[in-house]
């Protein structure tokens, strides 16, 4: 299953070969776009690189297109 886009590089060195994972954090927060009103918001995957070893967070594709569409939805007239 892809969960990461393949435009994603690393932003540390550039590198393309890029892991899905999960890392635990004491404080994990879901993503949610302010001005939306969400229940759960969106879950970030981290992910690391193989060729530096940054470690990161982002939305799955599906969640990044997901959430692409709602943030273009257009303001509803009152």
């Not at 550039?14 to 949610?32: C, H, I, K, P």
């Not at 009103?37 to 690391?48: C, D, E, K, Q, R």
């Not at 060729?51 to 569409?69: P, Q």
Request: aromatic fraction near 8%.
């Amino acid at each position: 299953m892809d969960l990461l886009s393949n435009k994603l590089s690393c932003p540390s060195c550039g590198g393309s070969r890029l892991v899905a994972g999960t890392a635990w954090e004491n404080e994990f927060r879901n993503f949610a776009p302010k001005g939306k009103m969400m229940l759960f918001g969106y879950s970030p995957i981290s992910f690391v690189c193989r060729d530096c070893g940054y470690l990161g967070r982002c939305l799955s594709e599906k969640d990044r297109a997901e959430l692409d569409a709602k943030v273009s939805e257009p303001k509803q007239a009152a």
